[in-house]
Nanobody, 128 residues
Framework: QVQLVESGGGLVQAGGSLRLSCAASGRTFSSYAMGWFRQAPGKERDFVAA????????EYADSVKGRFTISRDNAKNTVYLQMNSLKPEDTAVYYC?????????????????????WGQGTQVTVSS
């Protein structure tokens, strides 16, 4: 079992920055890849970023590439999403997720179906 708790969401003006955190507990954090997804009202949950268990591989959605950075601190059992140059279209509930299905060193999956644990989400609102 893995428990995930997100924090760091809030209201920010366009062009601003936020850093989301996701604290994990349960299974050994350094053994599984992590991801961030987001869901805007009336829309499907979309992939944002992912990072392999060791942090050596990362993946980003095209819409956030160059603006967002995913990282992890295995000593603190925490994954981060640094969000810069925020846009109103980044407004959504952001979820972190963990996958224990596979533990390859370069495994950083983009599909929500590849994750088996989810946090409760944190709201990010970007005003124009």
């Amino acid at each position: 079992q893995v428990q995930l708790v997100e924090s760091g969401g809030g209201l920010v003006q366009a062009g601003g920055s936020l850093r989301l955190s996701c604290a994990a507990s349960g299974r050994t954090f350094s053994s599984y890849a992590m991801g961030w997804f987001r869901q805007a009202p009336g829309k499907e949950r979309d992939f944002v970023a992912a990072i392999s268990w060791g942090g050596g591989s990362t993946e980003y959605a095209d819409s956030v590439k160059g603006r967002f950075t995913i990282s992890r601190d295995n000593a603190k059992n925490t994954v981060y999403l640094q969000m810069n140059s925020l846009k109103p279209e980044d407004t959504a509930v952001y979820y972190c997720a963990a996958t224990t299905f596979y533990s390859g060193s370069s495994y950083a999956p983009r599909g929500s179906y590849e994750y088996d644990y989810w946090g409760q989400g944190t709201q990010v609102t970007v005003s124009s």
